[in-house]
């Protein structure tokens, strides 16, 4: 047999086999219960998608490929004016400049490809008349009051005659779905797009209270010509919606550098993205360009790496914190995810594990976004299970010490409660010679491990005797390496209240805590110790679990900041701790304000790094916070600020000021 028909049939039954996986996984997917993490169903389309290109007597007919993914069920069908349509992917620069070289001389928008569903919201005269999913395609579903209810930046009135389409994607933002998953442990939500088509499929608004959506616009329809501006941007921001985030280049290499731009920035934004869309920012030469089988012609995808992706989780293993928490952490087989290779993930605890239905030798759905570690969100797929797999058993007694745990809240974490367990010691030396705490810079977790093993160290007053002479006697310590332990431990000893606080890792106390201690007025750590819950709680935010924590857990430290005293380090609150001093005249003395943006100095365009910002401000007497709530004065934009800040602080009613206005106070009051 030649070897050119072995390979013909096999790929015709590969392009079948491809062909069948897709229509399977797209309508688990579509149903709400994927059985594979997205980068995986990608890989399954673009291996198709390449077997077709090559072969294309082979084209399977009907073409999944050509379709654009359905859910099963219409409860309330709705035919759309026109297709809802997928969109062309790429993943090179090469197939961005082809794209512009498409359209000569036409500007684009570069946008961040959101992870959500798409909804097409429809006004009549102004006034919202339905919100529909994108279905087939062709028809979608009703889902009007579900929007209504739970749906930010959908307003209910608009200005502007006829008949508007406006089209965008509905998702939840990453804050939302950490809040819904913290008090929800017993039905975690799985990711924010799962979450958010779920939310919009619920048949009754109260089985998904809680999990709200917002509304960022993309696209703009207008039957008179002339509502609306031409610019689509322009056009959706004059009616008042959120429009997602774009920005106008005119060729290829702008374009490519605000993709760059969106996807370094993609870890700090409240929202999941999975790539950047390309598209023509005039919505006439949008709507000219046309369309193919299942995609505009005007838009282009530029996806990003993948932020889940499933692997094999190998073991459980239950970690001794330094504050006594047993918790469980995923040793999974190696996985590239969210930019790099995870091996560990958290589990979060028991509850968590039970409401997953998770089992060692599963495999898992690993979640790697925003600057959350890896966790374990789920097993996508209960039918690969072979059997073997192994229920996670919560330990009974400490993995370190064997003392019984004790459970503590709704989610039943696991303590360890012996202040001698072996464990939190090493763990709670590693934190005090952290960067954060001490700043032990010239000795590390496994010297520290070593030392504590040696008998040598056990609290961290014991860094403070510790001799050259003792560090010689190790295997592979020479002069100059005792000599730099010796002396970055030295410089330890300045430490301050403050950072001396977060080193001795006390339960509850941040290390927010510590700063506003020391902005309180403690003069020493000791004068905490001693200042009981009553004093410590009319320090701002600082609650009565916190306090009884800081006066349980320093009264019974006593003796070791006698020991730290005696060794030379200081426990006084340093310069650096206080609150500037802030002059009569300061500006923005009493208010409370957040930054957001890039702030550059109006006098050189220098970029501004956001703390150094901060610090100005607080030169100029305002307390800066990192979010916005009822509590913020003013929210200062730098450039490029994301829309959910802005709306935030629209619906709150804080006012929005912008970075040029602060400089110029900041100048006038002689401040920079
Ligand atoms: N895990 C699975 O088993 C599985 C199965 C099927 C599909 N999927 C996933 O679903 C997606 C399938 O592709 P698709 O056709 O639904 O979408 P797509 O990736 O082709 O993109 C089109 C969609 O992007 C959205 N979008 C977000 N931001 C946008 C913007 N700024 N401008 C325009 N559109 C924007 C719109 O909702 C639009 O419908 C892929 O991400 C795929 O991985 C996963
Ligand atoms: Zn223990």
């Given at each position: 047999?030649?070897?050119?028909?072995?390979?013909?049939?096999?790929?015709?039954?590969?392009?079948?086999?491809?062909?069948?996986?897709?229509?399977?996984?797209?309508?688990?997917?579509?149903?709400?219960?994927?059985?594979?993490?997205?980068?995986?169903?990608?890989?399954?389309?673009?291996?198709?998608?390449?077997?077709?290109?090559?072969?294309?007597?082979?084209?399977?007919?009907?073409?999944?490929?050509?379709?654009?993914?359905?859910?099963?069920?219409?409860?309330?069908?709705?035919?759309?004016?026109?297709?809802?349509?997928?969109?062309?992917?790429?993943?090179?620069?090469?197939?961005?400049?082809?794209?512009?070289?498409?359209?000569?001389?036409?500007?684009?928008?570069?946008?961040?490809?959101?992870?959500?569903?798409?909804?097409?919201?429809?006004y009549e005269n102004g006034r919202l008349a339905r919100a529909v999913t994108r279905g087939d395609g062709t028809t979608g579903d009703d889902v009007t009051p579900l929007v209504?209810?739970?749906?930010?930046?959908?307003?209910?009135?608009?200005?502007?005659?006829?008949?508007?389409?406006?089209?965008?994607?509905?998702?939840?933002?990453?804050?939302?779905?950490?809040?819904?998953?913290?008090?929800?442990?017993?039905?975690?939500?799985?990711?924010?797009?799962?979450?958010?088509?779920?939310?919009?499929?619920?048949?009754?608004?109260?089985?998904?209270?809680?999990?709200?959506?917002f509304f960022f616009a993309f696209d703009l329809d207008t039957s008179d010509a002339d509502s609306a501006a031409a610019d689509l941007e322009q056009g959706l921001s004059t009616l008042g919606f959120s429009v997602a985030d774009m920005r106008h280049c005119t060729d290829a290499a702008a374009a490519q550098e605000v993709i760059t731009t969106i996807e370094t920035q993609r870890d700090q934004l409240d929202y999941d993205l999975d790539g950047a869309v390309l598209r023509l920012a005039d919505r006439v030469a949008y709507g000219a360009a046309g369309t193919r089988s299942n995609s505009p012609r005007g838009a282009l995808a530029y996806k990003f790496a993948a932020e889940e992706r499933t692997t094999v989780l190998k073991a459980v293993v239950w970690d001794v914190g330094k504050t006594g928490k047993i918790a469980p952490v995923a040793h999974l087989e190696p996985v590239f995810v969210g930019g790099t290779t995870v091996t560990r993930a958290t589990l979060a605890n028991q509850e968590v594990i039970k409401a997953r239905g998770i089992r060692i030798g599963d495999v898992v759905l690993v979640r790697r976004a925003?600057?959350?570690?890896?966790?374990?969100?789920?097993?996508?797929?209960?039918?690969?299970?072979?059997?073997?797999?192994?229920?996670?058993?919560?330990?009974?007694?400490?993995?370190?010490?064997?003392?019984?745990?004790?459970?503590?809240?709704?989610?039943?974490?696991?303590?360890?409660?012996?202040v001698a367990c072996p464990a939190q010691t090493v763990r709670r030396l590693i934190h005090w010679a952290s960067r954060a705490a001490a700043d032990i810079d010239a000795i590390g977790q496994v010297w520290i491990e070593r030392l504590a093993e040696a008998g040598l160290l056990e609290n961290p007053s014991d860094f403070y005797t510790l001799t050259k002479e003792q560090l010689l006697e190790f295997d592979r310590v020479g002069e100059?390496?005792?000599?730099?332990?010796?002396?970055?431990?030295?410089?330890?000893?300045?430490?301050?209240?403050?950072?001396?606080?977060?080193?001795?890792?006390?339960?509850?106390?941040?290390?927010?805590?510590?700063?506003?201690?020391?902005?309180?007025?403690?003069?020493?750590?000791?004068?905490?110790?001693?200042?009981?819950e009553e004093r410590l709680v009319a320090v701002?935010?600082?609650?009565?679990?916190?306090?009884?924590?800081?006066?349980?857990?320093?009264?019974?430290?006593?003796?070791?900041?006698?020991?730290?005293?005696?060794?030379?380090?200081s426990l006084d609150v340093r310069e650096e701790d206080l609150p500037p001093v802030v002059s009569s005249d300061a500006p923005l003395a009493g208010k409370t304000v957040v930054v957001t943006g890039a702030i550059n100095d109006p006098r050189s365009g220098e970029k501004v790094a956001r703390p150094t910002f901060q610090r100005l401000c607080e030169q100029a007497g305002a307390t800066t916070a990192t979010s916005v709530s009822t509590n913020t004065d003013y929210l200062i934009t730098g450039a490029d600020v994301g829309a959910s800040k802005l709306t935030k602080a629209e619906k709150l009613g804080v006012e929005v000021v912008d970075q040029s206005e602060i400089w110029q106070q900041l100048i006038a009051a002689k401040i920079v």
């Open positions: 047999m030649a070897a050119g028909n072995v390979h013909a049939v096999n790929v015709e039954e590969r392009i079948r086999e491809l062909a069948d996986q897709v229509v399977v996984l797209r309508d688990a997917y579509y149903r709400g219960s994927p059985l594979v993490a997205d980068a995986e169903y990608d890989a399954v389309e673009d291996e198709l998608r390449g077997l077709i290109a090559d072969n294309p007597e082979l084209t399977p007919d009907p073409n999944p490929l050509d379709q654009v993914g359905a859910p099963a069920v219409l409860h309330a069908p709705v035919r759309h004016s026109r297709p809802m349509l997928s969109l062309e992917k790429s993943t090179t620069p090469e197939q961005v400049e082809a794209f512009f070289a498409r359209f000569p001389g036409q500007p684009v928008v570069v946008m961040p490809k959101l992870d959500g569903l798409s909804l097409a919201l429809v209504r209810a739970l749906t930010a930046g959908v307003p209910a009135r608009i200005d502007a005659p006829g008949r508007v389409e406006v089209r965008g994607e509905a998702v939840m933002l990453r804050s939302t779905f950490a809040a819904y998953n913290a008090a929800h442990a017993d039905k975690p939500l799985i990711n924010p797009r799962n979450a958010a088509a779920g939310t919009l499929r619920a048949k009754d608004p109260a089985t998904v209270a809680g999990r709200d959506l925003g600057d959350v570690i890896p966790f374990v969100a789920g097993v996508l797929d209960e039918s690969q299970r072979t059997g073997a797999e192994e229920e996670i058993v919560p330990p009974v007694t400490c993995p370190s010490c064997g003392q019984a745990l004790v459970e503590q809240g709704n989610s039943r974490e696991l303590f360890c409660v012996n100059v390496s005792a000599t730099r332990m010796i002396d970055s431990i030295a410089t330890s000893r300045a430490v301050g209240l403050r950072r001396a606080l977060i080193g001795l890792a006390i339960p509850m106390a941040s290390e927010g805590t510590a700063t506003r201690l020391c902005r309180a007025g403690f003069g020493s750590l000791e004068e905490v110790a001693d200042a009981g701002e935010d600082i609650g009565p679990k916190v306090a009884a924590s800081l006066t349980e857990h320093l009264t019974r430290l006593r003796p070791e900041l006698e020991r730290l005293r005696e060794r030379g380090v």
